[in-house]
Each structure stands twice: as C-alpha cells, then as structure tokens.
C-alpha cells in the first residue's frame, strides 16, 4: 500500500521548490504529472471504498438469506416426496 506520509512529504518538497522557483508553471505541470500518474495507478477515493464496502456487504446478507431460504424449500420439497 502508497504510504500516505511520503506523498505529504513529496508535496511539501515540492511546495518549497516552487515557492523558491521564479517559474510558475512548474506547479501547473507538477500537478498534471502527478494527475497523470495516479490516473494510471486506477484509484478510487476512500468514500468510494468505502461506499462499495457497504454494498458488498449487504449483497453477501441478501446472499445468505437466499441461500438459506433455496435450502429451506429444498428441504420442504424432499420432505414432501
């Protein structure tokens, strides 16, 4: 896992960079560098992960109840026979 501490400290670095740099773009093309690069990693926000969590979750509940509920008829329809 992207530790979260070394990007603060790559933005920090990069912070004083351009605070001492008289070219002012370089922020502007830092940030599309970096926006490129985790574009490509394929992230997702902690509140989407953690909206899909939520999801997952209740599918596997909704999931279980169903199965319980096919074994229950399954068993009424042996019983029956």
């Known amino acids: 896992m992207l ?16 605070a001492a740099s008289p070219v ?4 502007k ?5 970096l926006s490129g690069f985790f574009t490509k990693l394929d992230l997702v926000s902690r509140e989407e992960f953690d909206i ?3 999801v997952l979750q209740r599918t596997r509940e909704k999931l279980k109840a ?3 509920r096919v074994a229950r008829l399954e068993s009424r329809g042996t019983a029956d026979d």
């Open 52 to 54: 899909q969590t939520q």
């Open 24 to 27: 002012a773009d370089i922020e």
């Open 3 to 18: 530790d979260p501490k070394m990007f603060e400290e790559f933005s920090a670095r990069l912070s004083t960079i351009i």
């Open 66 to 68: 169903l199965e319980e």
């Open 29 to 33: 093309n830092a940030k599309a560098l």
